[in-house]
Structures are given as structure tokens and as C-alpha cells.
């Protein structure tokens, strides 16, 4: 069963401390990819990931990390130093075909912080 | 500043109507425009457009690319309360990363 998993589904943490989503994919993809969408704002990239061991920063890295130490697994922290945390977050991971990058989302972590 | 603009940023129609989603671009080393929809959790894929003046169906929905205007339209027909949703377009680059829209919410009413 292909696909892109992120877990969990939903998240609740206290303001101040770090939390990590999880997203991984076994559709052998190159690239991944973190997004945050905000209500009426569209998806912003966090971070991307084209090889393991490497990846770049988005418009919006400020306050996040990543890790990418396997080709399946992308994993975010979102740290204390994010001022604006509560979001919906969505990992994708995209084949190239022809030099064309086609991305697909996994299902997305609501993460609500009080 | 790459950006992706949309239009109209909502829109309420009955079922039968035919709608038409705009999108204009400015993506850097322009590679693809894409086009999700989204419901209540993640985009799902609808099309991907490299060449202008090429249309790509999906049985009710249809898409096209111009690149010299630089801008792609996502045509529907006959709407359907199932066709309610957030459309996304999306600018590709050379770099794989792409370039999203504030996407146009759709309402379909009975």
C-alpha cells in the first residue's frame, strides 16, 4: 500500500516547547517537502529535501528544523522560537519525470498550540 | 519575487453553472503550473501543464496554459456539489519546489 503517511493526525502541545511531526513516504521518491497552510493563505514551503542529507530552506524556515538521514522519512520540529506554531501541516514528496517535478501530499497534521 | 496570483479568491454557483479558475504566474526558470483540489484535508493532483495552448481533461474539468501570457484557466462543467472544494494552482520551477496560490474557494449549491 503506496502512499505518503504523516502522523499524527492531530496534535496538541503547550507554547514553549518542541514538537516533531512525522512524514514518510514508500513511493521512492527523491524530493520531499514541508508546507504550513494557514486559513485563506494558500501553502507556504517550510523546507524541501531533493537528496538525503540535504535540504534547503523554504519562504518560511524561520523556527522550524528538519532532518532527512533516509530517502523514506522527512521529519519536521517545529521549535519554541516559531511564534506563530498552531497550522496545518503538510509533508509532500514529488517524482521527477522528464525534469518535471509532480507532487503529492500526504494527509496532513493539524498541530494546535496553547 | 516569484509569485502566483489567483482569482476570484471565492466563488458561489449553482449546480449545471460552468466556472472558470484563473491563475497568473511568476515563477523563476518556469518549468510547470500544476492544479490541486482540496477538501477538507490535503490537495489532491489534478493536472500538470507544460506547453502552451495544450488542453488537459479530466472528464468535467479541463485546464489550459498560456506562456506567453502567462497565466492557466481550470474550467468546469456542469458543476456538482462534490465539485465544492479549494482549487490550488501551483508554479514549478527548475528547483522542484513550487510556488502556491491563496487558491479560490468554490461553493456549489444545490
Known amino acids: 500500500d503506496g502512499g505518503i503517511t504523516q502522523s499524527p493526525k492531530y496534535l496538541f502541545r503547550k507554547e514553549g516547547q518542541n514538537v516533531t511531526l512525522s512524514c514518510e513516504q514508500n513511493?521512492?521518491?527523491?524530493?520531499m517537502y514541508w508546507y504550513r497552510q494557514d486559513p485563506g493563505q494558500g501553502l507556504r514551503l517550510i523546507y524541501y529535501?531533493?537528496?538525503?542529507?540535504?535540504?534547503q530552506k523554504g519562504d518560511i524556515a524561520e523556527g522550524y528544523s528538519v532532518s532527512r538521514e533516509k530517502k523514506e522519512s522527512f521529519p519536521l520540529t517545529v521549535t519554541s522560537a516559531q511564534k506563530n506554531p498552531t497550522a496545518f501541516y503538510l509533508c509532500a514528496s514529488s517524482i521527477v519525470v522528464g525534469g518535471l517535478y509532480e507532487q503529492y501530499f500526504g494527509p496532513g497534521t493539524r498541530l494546535t498550540v496553547t | 519575487e516569484d509569485k502566483v496570483v489567483q482569482s476570484p479568491l471565492s466563488l458561489v454557483v449553482h449546480e449545471g453553472d460552468t466556472v472558470t479558475l484563473n491563475c497568473s504566474y511568476e515563477?523563476?526558470?518556469?518549468?510547470?503550473l500544476l492544479w490541486y483540489k482540496q477538501e477538507k484535508k490535503a490537495p489532491t493532483f489534478l493536472f500538470m501543464l507544460t506547453s502552451s495552448g495544450i488542453e488537459k481533461k479530466s472528464g468535467r474539468l479541463s485546464s489550459i496554459l498560456d506562456k506567453k501570457e502567462l497565466f492557466s484557466i481550470l474550467n468546469i462543467t456542469a458543476t456538482q456539489t462534490g465539485d465544492s472544494a479549494i482549487y490550488l494552482c501551483a508554479g514549478g520551477g527548475s528547483q522542484g519546489n513550487l510556488i502556491f496560490g491563496k487558491g479560490t474557494k468554490l461553493s456549489v449549491k444545490p
Open positions: 513511493l521512492n521518491h527523491d524530493a
Open positions: 529535501s531533493q537528496i538525503v542529507n540535504d535540504f
Open positions: 515563477v523563476t526558470n518556469f518549468r510547470s
